[in-house]
């Protein structure tokens, strides 16, 4: 059996990379599992817009660890490129918003969380053929290019000292009453210390089979497909991101602009469609004329950890002592990590936390 690290993680995501980097940052020795390379799931094929896209029709438990990330994120960013010289691409370029029948919850969220807003000017809005419904600009949202940043994010943690060890399959446990004893893998056994499950759109099915055990607390969590669309575009060409409906552009810095998504439950096939490749498609040239001239370059989609509410989990199993989670963060897992794996590490580490942790844990209603 391969020694125990104080902490194994499962899963190199967004949410399982940064929390190792939060809990080796303590001095902790972490391990972090994944089957797959580091980065290529989710967190991978997502968008990377740094808000969730109606944040005042979501839940409160995620407004507020909205809130708290983005007090984290510009510092971390700066840190991770000053230290990796890998660029996550961070960019404050804005989010104008062309449909908003709520527009005065919209105006109220925004001024709790501290987010400046203004109306969308005619000119914002001439590339754009839409519907326009009270259109909103927030001039201070941001993007985080999420491949670059899961290539920081991974590069970072290997500088600090956690050892990763990629395609390695985790598939059981042995418990030992209240303790989970040994991980098995397709590398073999791990004697684990402390556990944290942050396997993504995973981590139901793996409790699910690893604990067959009906009486014992496990997260609901499915996977949602998403599927996304990249067109090569010129830098300039779209300023800022835009949200029309329940789709939205992003334009990259080197212009590259994505189109996005489809939210589908297709349990684990991640296959994408010719069908939503067409809708996609449809959607961004109607939206925006001018980006007919441009080439579709990419088409993928993703498996999103999906919970009923969109709440993540983030906490100790209440019975199994070494067993904890983060894991569930549905469409806004780049925005809420941070704050995320900022609060699982001060659980486990027996910090107090910045936020009140109660609506993340297993027990309560996600
Ligand atoms: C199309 C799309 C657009 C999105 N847009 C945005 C957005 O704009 N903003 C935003 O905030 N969020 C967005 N999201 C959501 C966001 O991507 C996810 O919430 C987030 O990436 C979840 O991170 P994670 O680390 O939990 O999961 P993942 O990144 O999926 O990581 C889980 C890891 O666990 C590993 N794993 C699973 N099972 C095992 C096992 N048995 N053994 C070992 N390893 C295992 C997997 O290989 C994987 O690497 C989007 C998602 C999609 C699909």
């Known amino acids: 059996m391969k020694s125990a690290a104080d902490f194994t993680v499962i899963g190199a995501g967004v949410i399982g990379l940064m929390t190792a980097r939060a809990l080796r940052q303590s001095g902790a020795s972490v391990t ?74 919209a105006k109220a969220w925004c001024q709790n969380a501290h987010i400046r807003y203004a109306d969308a000017t005619a000119a914002q809005l001439e590339a754009f053929s839409c519907t326009r419904v009270n259109p909103l600009w927030l001039p201070d949202i941001a993007q985080a290019r999420n491949p670059r940043l899961l290539k920081a994010l991974k590069q970072d943690v290997l500088n600090k000292g956690v050892q990763l060890i990629e395609h390695c399959q985790v598939t059981g446990f042995i418990h030992q009453q209240n303790r989970i004893g040994t991980v098995c893998t397709t590398l073999g056994e791990f004697s684990p210390g402390q556990l944290v499950m942050a396997s993504g759109a995973w981590t139901g099915a793996l409790f699910e089979r690893l604990m067959p055990d009906s009486s014992l607390d496990k997260p609901q969590i499915a996977p949602i497909k998403g599927q996304m669309l990249v067109f090569a575009a010129e830098p300039g060409l779209l300023p800022c991101i835009v949200l029309d409906g329940d789709r939205y552009l992003i334009p990259r810095r080197d212009g590259k602009i994505l189109a996005g998504s489809t939210v589908e439950q297709e349990g684990f096939d991640k296959t994408a469609t010719t069908h939503a490749k067409q809708r996609l498609h449809s959607f961004a040239t109607e939206l925006m004329p001018t980006l007919a001239r441009y080439p579709l370059i990419a088409h993928w989609a993703g498996l999103r950890p999906g919970t009923a509410q969109g709440i993540p989990y983030i906490g100790k199993h209440p019975t199994i002592d070494n067993l904890s989670i983060n894991a569930g963060h549905f469409r806004n897992g780049l925005v809420m990590a941070p704050a995320s794996a900022q609060m699982l590490a001060d659980i486990l580490l027996g910090h107090p936390t910045a936020l009140a942790s109660g609506p993340y844990q297993l027990d309560n209603p996600h």
């Not at 994120?73 to 104008?96: F, H, I, K, Q, S």
Request: net charge negative.
């Open 32 to 105: 972090v599992i994944d089957q797959n390379a580091a980065g290529q799931e989710s967190s991978w094929a997502g968008g990377g817009i740094l808000l969730p896209l109606y944040p005042w029709r979501q839940a409160e438990a995620i407004t507020r660890l909205v809130e708290y990330s983005l007090s984290l994120y510009p510092a971390l960013m700066a840190t991770l490129l000053a230290d990796t010289g890998l660029d996550p691409e961070w960019t404050p370029c804005g989010l104008l918003m062309t449909q908003n029948p709520d527009i005065e919850a």
